[in-house]
């Protein structure tokens, strides 16, 4: 049994990430507000890529500027091979998921607060919450291989604890640019199942 130190409610058989998710954003928590204070920057700074070009020229970073002296779309620029792959090996030892625009707190049944990426998702939730089935969310990467042999991260979004299965809520369009990188990843990872609509989140059946 959990018993949170702010609001000192009690939980049973939380995991040690929803422990951790729920002190963090409980109501009680004095620190929740500066939580939240970091979010919206967060938040803020995914929406408008300016805030991080001036953050990085006010720290003395090197940045891409057009002739107008403003943020560069790069979309002419290229990293070396050199540089690709530290950046494929730092993401590769990173146990975090993707910061995106549309992120959002969702408090669970069982009190406990988890951060949601889309409106699907958080149908999804709904829709597990409804009907009583235990989930959480991964926080370690599955670690998946490619055709050429490389190792990669990938983050399901939900796990529903008592049947072993990951549910990955992916509209059509994702599932049609990532298609064969989905098609490996369901070889390697045999119990995850993709809903490709908003439907299949809402009306949901295990």
């Known amino acids: 049994m959990f018993i949170c130190k702010h609001c000192k409610k009690e939980f049973e058989e939380l995991s040690t990430a929803n422990k951790a998710n ?19 920057c967060a938040r803020e700074s995914i929406k408008n890529p300016r805030n991080q070009f001036v953050k990085a020229k006010d720290e003395g970073r090197s940045v891409v500027s057009s002739t107008k002296g403003k943020p560069s779309t790069r979309k002419n620029y290229k990293h070396s091979l050199d540089v690709i792959e530290v950046i494929r090996t730092r993401a590769l030892s990173s146990p975090h998921r993707r910061l995106v ?14 951060m949601l990426d889309s409106s699907w998702e958080e149908a999804l939730a709904v829709r597990l919450d409804e009907l009583k089935i235990q989930w959480e969310r991964p926080i370690t990467p599955f ?35 990532q298609k064969e990188k989905l098609e490996i990843i369901k070889i390697q990872l045999p119990n995850l199942k993709l809903l490709t609509t908003l439907k299949e989140c809402r009306e949901f059946k295990i």
């Open 101 to 114: 625009r549309s992120i959002r707190p969702y408090t669970k049944t069982d009190g406990t607060i988890v």
């Open 22 to 40: 729920h002190s963090r954003w409980c109501i009680e928590n004095p620190k929740r507000q500066t939580y939240v204070d970091h979010l919206v």
């Open 143 to 177: 670690k998946w291989i490619d055709i050429s042999g490389k190792e990669h991260n990938y983050f399901p979004d939900f796990y529903l604890c008592d049947y072993n299965v990951f549910l990955d809520p992916k509209n059509p369009h994702a599932v049609a640019v």
